[in-house]
T-cell receptor, first 114, second 112 residues
Framework: AQKVTQAQTEISVVEKEDVTLDCVYE???????LFWYKQPPSGELVFLIR??????QNEISGRYSWNFQKSTSSFNFTITASQVVDSAVYFC???????????FGSGTRLLVRP | DGGITQSPKYLFRKEGQNVTLSCEQN?????MYWYRQDPGQGLRLIYY???????QKGDIAEGYSVSREKKESFPLTVTSAQKNPTAFYLC???????????FGSGTRLTVV
């Protein structure tokens, strides 16, 4: 079965703290794609990153970084020096060539307090 | 600017009524999707279409119907058979499924 688990329902941090959002996935496919999306209060999902199963390189984009580990089926997302504008719901998602659809985790609500 | 337009932003439906949610894209994407989001939950797939005049049921298609007569448009009808339609509905499109999706701003449907 294909599944994405985001065990952290809600995280609250103070501005400038670092925060890591966890994502664990399940699939038997050898070719798959992992995504992170941000959903601000306006509701629209904003694409953050895509990783395919053959590329385990970690990625850094400004204050954002992602750690992909196939050995533990995890694709964690870290925000360094968090800011109030980072407050949103963050979704991890899985896509496979065998299914042609995104499977979403339940999301993690991040609140960054000033 | 290219993007996805969903309308209306808010929609109120009386019990027993059918309502149609609009989704239009000018990105020239082949694939389009409808997702439903309930409070505190992730997104669940209702229907998807990979090409004009073709669509497939997602995980929660019961009580919904779609059409794909034009590449740009993928309207969703919430029928009276949908027992609990109050939710946030998101439309998305993609060039290829693994490229990631572009989402619209959503329609919030409330049954009154």
């Amino acid at each position: 079965a294909q599944k994405v688990t985001q065990a952290q329902t809600e995280i609250s941090v103070v501005e400038k703290e670092d925060v890591t959002l966890d994502c664990v996935y399940e699939t038997r496919d050898t070719t798959y794609y992992l995504f992170w999306y941000k959903q601000p209060p306006s509701g629209e999902l904003v694409f953050l990153i895509r990783r395919n199963s053959f590329d385990e390189q970690n990625e850094i984009s400004g204050r954002y970084s992602w750690n992909f580990q196939k050995s533990t089926s995890s694709f964690n997302f870290t925000i360094t020096a968090s800011q109030v504008v980072d407050s949103a719901v963050y979704f991890c998602a899985l896509d496979m060539d065998s299914s042609y659809k995104l499977i979403f985790g339940s999301g993690t609500r991040l609140l960054v307090r000033p | 600017d290219g993007g996805i337009t969903q309308s209306p932003k808010y929609l109120f439906r009386k019990e027993g009524q059918n309502v149609t949610l609009s989704c239009e894209q000018n990105l020239n994407h082949d694939a389009m999707y409808w997702y439903r989001q309930d409070p505190g939950q992730g997104l669940r797939l209702i229907y998807y279409s990979q090409i004009v005049n073709d669509f497939q049921k997602g995980d929660i298609a019961e009580g919904y119907s779609v059409s794909r007569e034009k590449k740009e448009s993928f309207p969703l009808t919430v029928t009276s058979a949908q027992k609990n339609p109050t939710a946030f509905y998101l439309c998305a499109s993609s060039i290829r499924h693994y490229d990631g999706y572009t989402f619209g701003s959503g329609t919030r449907l409330t049954v009154v």
